[in-house]
């Protein structure tokens, strides 16, 4: 991030908290609603404990297996952003940016306020020798028109009950695989961006609980491996 034009600034960086995810939803609420302009940005990172799922902004219960919650308990979260579920525990790491009201990062174009964190993000693995991309509107749109194809829509609704099922603009990936999810927040106060690198991408758990049949499950298993993967599954010589 020290080498973009507009991040020459201040920052204010907290240690990472790794707590239940509901303190870590309370936590950014917190952070964005105490934002004052011309403060400096925050940087939260965070990691769950113990491991839950976390569910869209619009996304209702119904989206899950009962009886495979019932039989394996698991913690659910509604965050306060859009999308879709997320898996978090030991193998996600978040990040949540906080933006006070006027810092020159929040453009008027929401689609737009994106591509700097993405390609942040793409920089950063860089460092680390992993070679990603972002993803341009454009093929996020092209994505999307999957939805409309009877051939593909249904399969496509499927994999976007989980969030690194779909791709959004700049989002970061490996070949065509999600590595770094993104969502956002806006408020008067400030913007609230968020990133999720995924550490190991746990497909098992996410078929079981959001395919409502054995032919939904197994949908779910082959394709949501097509569509992300963990950072700690890539050989960072030769990714």
Known sequence: MQNHPNLLIKWRILPLAIADQQQHIDQSERLLAEAEAGQPATLYWSMAQPAGLVLGF?????VLNQEILEEHPLPIYHRR????AVLVGPQLLSLDVVLPAGHPLI???IIESYRWFGEAWTQALLALGIQTRTISPDEAHEQRILLKQSETNQREALLRRACYGSLSPYEVVVGQRKLVGLDMIRRRVGTLLQAGI???WETETLAQLLGHSPKEQDILRTGLLERAIGILSLDAASA
């Open 58 to 62: 619009s996304q209702k219960p119904t």
């Open 81 to 84: 952003a859009g999308g879709t």
């Open 107 to 109: 453009l008027a174009d």
């Open 198 to 200: 995924l550490l190991h």
